[in-house]
């Protein structure tokens, strides 16, 4: 199972941006996104299930949103998270998370078996 993630960059404050997260090897019941700033705790950003559902953070409502894509052959779940009207307060590294198993919630880190490597958004 491997997570890649990608679209991170800087950006000015207003501006929008565009992450991707490739999982390859499996079919995983749930993805999200986490973020942390230097010195701050990890906070979940967005989630969503494989049949659809999907939720975002308070922090990020109204302006950021999570897709997903499937291949038809469920060798890769790849996973989005739209940003727009980004504040200088989004700044932080972005994790995208999976698990196979369906228990669970969308917001807890524990929840999740597999990480990416992290993306930098830096918003100015």
């Known amino acids: 199972v491997q997570l890649v993630e990608s679209g991170g960059g800087s950006v000015q404050a207003g501006g929008s941006l565009r992450l991707s997260c490739e999982g390859s090897?499996?079919?995983?019941?749930?993805m999200a996104w986490f973020r942390q700033a230097p010195g701050k705790a990890r906070e979940e950003v967005a989630g969503?299930?494989?049949?659809?559902?999907?939720?975002?953070?308070?922090s990020v409502k109204n302006r950021f949103s999570i897709s997903q894509d499937i291949s038809q052959d469920n060798a890769r779940h790849t996973v989005f998270l739209q940003m727009n009207s980004l504040k200088s307060e989004d700044t932080a590294m972005y994790y995208c998370?999976?698990?196979?198993?369906?228990?669970?919630?969308?917001?807890?880190?524990?929840?999740?078996?597999?990480w990416g490597q992290g993306t930098q958004v830096t918003v100015s």
């Open positions: 090897g499996s079919l995983f019941c749930a």
């Open positions: 969503i299930y494989v049949g659809g559902n999907n939720y975002v953070g308070d």
């Open positions: 998370a999976a698990r196979k198993a369906c228990g669970g919630t969308w917001y807890r880190a524990d929840d999740f078996d597999y």
